[in-house]
């Protein structure tokens, strides 16, 4: 889960590689020793074209692992973990999962994790950013403290002119639909005729496009707290829904905070520590407290504190984390150390993240606009300070989409079960309707009553937990929606 951190990743060079790529799997290796890695992990790697309109040219490396079942006699297939972000890496997934999947899940299927292409292990891009330019505050587009974006046009050129000299020519070819036609390769690579998924966040809208250009090969998919489809926003749209999913789920940590009132002093009921939370804010907007060990960025501002609540929000683990960091910034007492990826794992993230968002679609460049929306966005959703609907490098991007976004389309087999908390701070129950909405009769949707982001073994609850292992066991979507 994020705490201060955005998001992780290893970036470890690979090499572009110009070589066929429909080669299937003959070895498996063991995997680079790492903490956490399971001693039954196995390792190996694909080739798949950079550009698949051009299949005889240069190659890219995916990374791909995997744990086999231990139960050869009722196994099924394959799981593929198809991970968030964009920019997240999922090679070790396999390890952390075999730790958390149901006995039943895993007598079935043997657990398959890749790094998607341009990240960690599999041929990672970077834009060569300057340090200042990585700090948590930019990687989202917080505005200014008074909203002004004079800044943010300013960082969002400055990015894009990077990642057009610096990220080769695989930047240009980071899409959410390269990336369905990965996970097809990685299928077939496999030896499999069809293949399951659970893709989580960003992995939701992966999978889905993959069920869209691929229904044939599909067998049972999962996806977990899903992203808004719509083909004509896409990440624009997936931006700007941050400001819903703060506002649906802050009450969460407002019940929280108010019941330890007497050891955090944010408030007696959850009206009071959200009051709280928007004067520190505004204090620290206009005098900032010196943090110490926090870099690049070396003062708690207003934004840095939008920005830690949005990342705490992801799991009530976080809680106590973000109600300590008030508590001292109210008192001027020391802050709390904090935990931040190296500065390798975001310019890998920063290049991946933002390819794909600028790929996928066009961004609108008008300053003027984009000044209007955050001034509205600012007096509707104060928690987020304009940031989901404030203009970004792909405003700016200087490469074309090559093709249109994906459609989610109901055309294909039904078997698709979504699973969504009503209160996730990043990708809103109101933007999963969406998706349900799109896959039509394919799929159903269980709605479970919690907080946080990310629901299968983690902010769910039982029954959406048994939910989702009898479908992933039986294949059985339950006949109607569900509530849990």
């Known amino acids: 889960m994020k705490t201060l ?58 990374a791909v692992s ?33 730790k958390k999947l149901p006995q039943e899940v895993l007598d079935r299927y043997d657990i ?38 004079a800044e943010n046009a300013a960082w969002s050129r400055r990015i894009a002119e990077a990642c057009a000299r610096n990220g080769g020519p695989l930047i240009r070819h980071i899409s959410t639909r390269n990336h369905a036609r990965d996970i097809d390769r990685i299928r077939a690579a496999l030896g499999e005729e069809k293949i399951s998924y659970w893709g989580v966040s960003y992995g939701t809208y992966a999978g889905a496009v993959h069920a869209t250009m691929f229904p044939a090969t599909t067998d049972r998919v999962v996806l977990d707290s899903n ?33 330890r009132d007497s050891d955090y002093g944010l408030g007696a009921d959850a009206a009071a520590v959200r009051k709280t939370f928007l004067d520190l804010a505004a204090r620290l907007d ?41 508590k001292a910034a109210l008192n001027r007492a020391e802050l709390p150390m904090p935990n931040q990826p190296e500065e390798a794992a975001l310019q890998n993230t920063a290049a991946h993240a933002g390819a794909t ?14 000044e209007q929306q955050v001034k509205r966005n600012r007096a509707v959703y104060p928690l987020t300070a304009g940031m989901p609907v404030n203009l970004g490098p792909c405003a700016y991007w200087p490469f074309k989409p090559a093709e249109q976004a994906t459609r ?55 029954c959406g937990d048994r939910t989702v292992t009898d479908f992933l066991v039986t294949g059985h979507l339950p006949a109607r929606d569900r509530n849990c």
């Open 357 to 370: 968002m600028c790929n996928d679609i066009e961004w609108p460049n008008s300053i003027a606009r984009h």
């Open 408 to 462: 989610i389309s109901s055309r294909g087999p039904a078997n698709v079960l979504l699973i969504q908390n009503l209160r996730d701070p990043s990708t809103p129950y109101s933007g999963a309707l969406k998706m349900r909405e799109a896959f039509g009769q394919r799929a159903r949707m269980v709605a479970v009553d919690s907080g946080g982001h990310g629901v299968y073994l983690a902010n769910g609850n039982a």
């Open 112 to 149: 398959i994790g890749f790094d998607p292409r341009g990240v960690g292990k599999s041929s990672p891009v970077s834009c060569g950013l300057a340090p200042a330019d990585l700090s948590l505050t930019r990687l989202k587009p917080y505005p200014d403290a008074d909203g002004g974006i």
């Open 66 to 98: 995997r744990i086999k079942t231990a139960r050869p006699e009722v196994r099924r297939g394959v799981l593929l973990i198809i991970p968030g972000g964009p920019g997240s890496p999922g090679l070790n997934r396999p390890s952390t999962l075999v």
């Open 5 to 62: 951190a955005l998001l992780s990743a290893a970036a470890l060079t690979t090499t572009l590689l110009a070589t066929p790529a429909h080669a299937a799997v003959t070895q498996w290796g063991a995997c680079l020793p790492g903490q956490g890695v399971d001693p039954r992990q196995e390792c190996t790697t694909i080739e798949v074209p950079m550009d698949y309109s051009a299949p005889g040219g240069p190659s890219v490396t995916l």
């Open 227 to 259: 992203d808004d489809p719509d083909p004509r926003k896409v990440s624009r749209q997936w931006l700007a829904n941050y400001a819903v999913g703060v506002e649906d789920s802050f009450p969460d940590f407002g019940v929280w905070a108010a019941a």
């Open 286 to 326: 206009r005098e900032p407290l010196a943090w110490p060990g926090a870099k690049p960025e070396q003062l708690l501002t207003g934004n840095l504190l939008r920005e830690t609540l949005l990342n705490a929000l992801y799991s009530t683990a976080n809680y106590p984390m973000l109600a300590g960091l008030m």
